[in-house]
């Protein structure tokens, strides 16, 4: 099988070759034989490649041990669950796994696009093989899964306990999901360059999968944030990891870009920042991937130094260049076909929303880079940590939460008083009273203040936005206004989903001001004893140390020790914590020792406990207790986006490129003097 896995990979390393030149050659002159080949190439590609993928996992499940990557990330005792996850476990399997499913990206970007589109597809195929082939070279001639070892060990390494995690089963699929699919706006927008064809096409082209890469990156972080909260035991979901914050960049562009590229479609601006934005977010997504690969950065997330991340920093280079390079010679043909007639508009407030979002994404470069560049020019490696992050984002996160308020809310082109003081009356009001409320209930933290008075005011603003389109089509129609919002978010499913995504932020901006409420002890107790924490709601809570028991599990030594929880002096129930080493077949550790983390959950907060260790052997337990505020709602809030997402995806409910009105609403002619 690893003979049929190489060989396929060369296969798959001449057809991408085969596969750009045939695609830039047939664009280029127009001959169809070229692109009919062109396109056969991506097909074929996609085949070689299942078939190495398919021959790593039969390697992985027939525990051929003497394949170096099989050898190093299973063992006999690791769960059937994991054993399938191990292709992409480590850096070998992950890199077949992103040419793979790129190729199958590719693929079926070629299948499924309308023909009227078609024009472009030349380039694309060009393009897509392009990148798969840069992703093969690298396993050939770096980092190649179907390596044999001088020799078969009884037994392999075995995974990281910190990925027999059900999260990071998911977790990194979604990820590399987002950042893979990517690579199909991108090589659209290059045929677009390339071709000269710089209208709104190009973007209708690309809509589903642009939003198809949000959606997967949107799932994946949120994945591995509650990876991060059950699994590290650091008592949080975020910390502003270089790895985290390199996912982070793209879905920051990308989510300026979807807002961006609506004032194209209407106005036919903005043409200039939404082909920065796709080429920007591609280029974004091979930067993570340097960083996760390169070792040039300490993160938990990120793979060993390897010289792959030579190979990665080269074609960042190079594909940087070509690309801006290009579109440098093509800014002359993205002219807007109108100009901003005032700074009240909704056309200023996607404009504010675009340098927002550039802003934070810069400082989420800057403060991630900021180590090496002091690595290298002072040769000394200064650490910034999350009190930059923090302090240059929360405001900038909540002039971004602001705008998702009032952009629903402006007129296009230009807003009149009478017209702001309308629509934005209830929004105000619920905003202030929200404020209000908070102040007379004793809050004080003022960037929590500010979020949730700006949660209320935003979710005002959309379920007036929900209950006028339902209004007007119960008058209309004669609907129920249960029928009639369903029929609203059915026949204009960007708009709504897009609502919906909007609730689910405000939820999570919600969440995450929580968090300034947290707060935890350390305590080291004997059985019986008990620590005291206060919640921010004023309740006290109780844990009472029980016991400490020890057994072997499948692959694994535990440690595990138990509380009893009580609130205000009534028991609510117990909460257990390990320390898990793993072992392999033969008793020998594997890694060093993990945690599993014990928490108690609800709507309001969370009751976080870790064992921090044992004292000589004894029932004597070192514990950290932490309680943090609506985490809950962190989760609730992502599903939210997703749903949102989702719905915006789903095929039909109209094209605002191309239906301009809509049935249910009315249009009224005011007389004004």
Known sequence: MTLLGTLALWIAFLLGIWGAIAGFAGGHSGRADLQQSARHAVFAMCAVLLAAVISLEIALFHHDFNVEYVAAYTSRNLPTFYTWSALYAGQKGSLLFWATVLSIFGSLAQWLTAPRHRVYLPYVAAVTCLVATFFVSVTLFAANPFDRLPYTPVDGRGMNPQLQNPGMVFHPPMLYLGYISITIPFAFAMSALLLKKLDADWLVAIRKWTLLSWLFLSIGICLGMWWAYVELGWGGYWAWDPVENASLLPWLTMTAFLHSVMIQEKRGMLKKWNLGLIIGSWLLSIFGTFLTRSGVISSVHSFTQSPVGYFFLAFLAV??????????????????????????????????????????????????????????????????????????????????????????????????????????????????????????????????????????????????????????????????????????????????????????????????????????????????????????????????????????????????????????????????????????????????????????????????????????????????FTINPLVWWVWYGGMIVALGGLIVMWPGGGSPAVKRTQAGYAVRLVETK
């Open 319 to 624: 594909a940087a260049a070509a690309s801006f390079t290009l579109y440098g010679r093509r800014l002359p043909l993205l002219e807007a076909e109108a100009k901003l007639e005032s700074m009240v508009s909704r056309e200023a407030s996607f404009l504010f929303n675009n340098l927002l979002f550039i802003g934070i994404a810069f400082s989420v470069l800057w403060g991630t880079l900021f180590p090496i560049l002091s690595e290298l020019v002072q040769g000394t490696k200064v650490t910034v940590g999350p009190p930059f992050f923090n302090q240059v984002n929360i405001p900038l996160g909540l002039a971004l939460l602001a705008l998702t308020g009032i952009g629903p809310l402006i007129a296009w082109r230009r807003a009149s008083v009478p017209n702001l003081q309308r629509q934005f009356a209830v929004p105000a009001a619920a905003g202030s009273f929200t404020l209000l409320i908070l102040l007379v209930a004793g809050m004080r933290d003022f960037y929590a203040l500010v979020a949730i008075a700006l949660g209320g005011f935003v979710t005002a603003t959309v379920v007036q936005e929900f209950a006028r389109g339902a209004r007007a089509r119960h008058r209309q129609y004669g609907e129920a206004y249960a029928l009639a919002l369903g029929r609203l978010i059915a026949r204009n499913r960007r708009r709504y989903g897009g609502y919906i995504v909007h609730t689910g932020m405000v939820i999570l901006f919600i969440a995450f001001a929580g968090m300034a409420f947290k707060t935890e002890t350390e305590a080291t107790l004997r059985p019986g004893e008990s620590v005291s924490l206060r919640s921010p709601y004023g309740w006290t809570y109780t844990f009472t140390h029980l016991g400490v028991s020890q057994y072997q599990a499948l692959n694994r030594l535990v440690t595990a020790a138990t509380v009893e929880v009580a609130r205000n002096g009534k028991k609510i129930g117990l909460l257990s914590t390990e320390k898990r080493q793993h072992v392999d077949a033969t008793g020998r550790p594997t890694f060093e020792p993990s945690t599993a983390v014990g928490i108690r959950s609800d709507l309001r907060e969370d009751l976080y406990t870790v064992l921090a260790g044992v004292v000589n052997g004894t029932e004597q337990a070192v514990y950290r």
